[in-house]
């Protein structure tokens, strides 16, 4: 596999937007030169079709998912838990798969989602929609943070860069 030159301590790949409409297969066993370009192309589709899976949205997840994962991935439609929609504290809109633990003394809400325009924009055939959506997200994630001010029994939020979101709803 030819990795690219390193530049400090990254290495700096420019991906042109049109290549991610086509999806690529990567086998680094197959011991055959790899370009850079088709390696971060692979993996950022690989990523977005976890963050799909990962909110139950299954036609992103169609959508990005290379062939590998596709088949050895039971979609299971049935088995898959309720997708809801859900506001966090901070404002931000929320749409995941909804899992109730009954606990001593209640019950407990988890959210497995994404930020909903990410999640909207996987579901597009548009790349700079997904990487302009996961921006957003990223610039706004300070906002769900506000720890100091949380009672005990308030929900509890985490949200990442990319708009992926768990959160915790004490019932």
Do not use: C, K
């Not at 088949?71 to 901070?90: F, I, K, M, S, Y």
């Not at 404002?91 to 988890?110: A, M």
Request: charged share 30%; net charge negative; glycine share 8%.
């Amino acid at each position: 596999m030819e990795l690219p030159e390193p530049f400090e301590d990254f290495a700096e790949v420019h991906v042109e937007r049109e290549t991610f409409e086509r999806t690529v297969h990567v086998d680094i066993d197959a011991q055959v030169p790899l370009s850079a370009e088709n390696l971060v192309r692979a993996g950022t589709q690989a990523s977005w079709a976890s963050l799909a899976d990962f909110a139950g949205n299954d036609y992103a997840f169609q959508r990005w998912a290379p062939p590998v994962f596709r088949a050895n991935l039971d979609r299971d439609a049935q088995a898959r838990p309720q997708r809801v929609e859900r506001r966090t504290r901070g404002g931000l809109d929320v749409v995941g798969v909804r899992n109730l633990i009954t606990l001593p003394g209640g019950e407990l809400e988890v959210v497995f989602g994404l930020a909903a325009e990410v999640d909207e924009a996987l579901a597009d055939r548009d790349a700079d929609r997904v990487i302009e959506a996961q921006r957003r997200v990223a610039g706004r994630r300070a906002q769900e943070g506000d720890a100091a001010r949380r009672e005990p029994g308030d929900d509890v939020t985490a949200v990442t860069d990319d708009g992926a979101v768990l959160m915790l709803i004490p019932r």
